[in-house]
């Protein structure tokens, strides 16, 4: 429920809002919050509230896109992995041992700093190390069930191999691996928002929490709002989703 009001919100308030997203107003600059401002303005005397549930739809968006391409990748790559075996299978797990040894933060901001500032930057950036993780976790999973005997019957019956992983494998594993995404968005979603608050990420005047959080950062004696509202934005989603990946954890395991 938590995470459904942050997406409603990020949707729909700045449809309805009746501040623009970069709309300033020097005579309302730095107004603490109000009826009119319920997250006051910042410098340039834009809304808070309007631009922060605009920055709800930014994150979440490339936060969504960076995890579905994670997912794609990791998975995919788990999958050859452990279907196939053999050398295939080193080299992969190899090249995601050498990725998930590497300081998370700091190769982001490496592949950031190499292509430049941008949000889809960062999240390229991201998903570079974070299928790894997929591809390590899926290759486990489908170890333990390609000798099953819905498995052999399948090969029996002269499945191809991409037949056998997609459509017996595949919905086998599917479960864990699903848990597994929903309790990495939040993860990601701090990733991202902490590239982007070192200046890697989206940049102005796009609406991102991280951004607004590294905005806020000049005035944060005089306007302490400036990055309490944001951060509030972030550990509200971070919680919504870990909720969400709890409850699938708990369903999953119960259904098994």
Known sequence: DLLTCMIVM????????????????SGERLRE??????????????????????????SLTATFLALALS???????GLLAGHAGGGIDMVVMRVADVIMALPTLVLGIV???????????????????WWAGYARVTR?????????????ASRAIG???????????????WGPIIVMAA?????????????????????????EWGLMLADGRAYF???????????????????????LGTALRQRITTSV
Not at 111 to 129: C, E, H, N, R
């Open 221 to 243: 004696l005089d306007a302490p709002f400036l990055m309490f509202f944001p951060g509030l934005m972030i550990f509200l989603c971070v919680l919504g989703v870990n909720l």
């Open 111 to 129: 592949v950031a700093a190499l292509f430049g500032p941008a949000l889809l930057t960062v999240v390229i950036a991201t998903v570079s190390f």
């Open 159 to 173: 499945a191809t191999p991409w037949r056998i992983a997609t459509r017996e494998v595949l919905p086998h594993i």
């Open 33 to 58: 919050p109000e009826f009119a401002h319920p997250f006051g303005t910042d410098r340039l005397g834009r809304d808070q509230f309007t631009r922060a549930a605009a920055a709800g739809r930014t």
């Open 140 to 152: 486990t999973l489908v170890r333990q069930v390609r000798n099953e005997p819905f498995v052999e």
């Open 10 to 25: 990020a949707v729909a308030v700045p449809l309805v809002s009746p501040y623009g997203i970069a709309e300033t107003r």
């Open 183 to 207: 309790l990495d968005v939040g993860s990601l979603l701090m990733t991202l928002s902490g590239l982007s608050f070192l200046g890697l990420g989206a940049q102005p005047p796009t609406p």
């Open 71 to 77: 997912l794609t990748i990791g998975v995919g790559l």
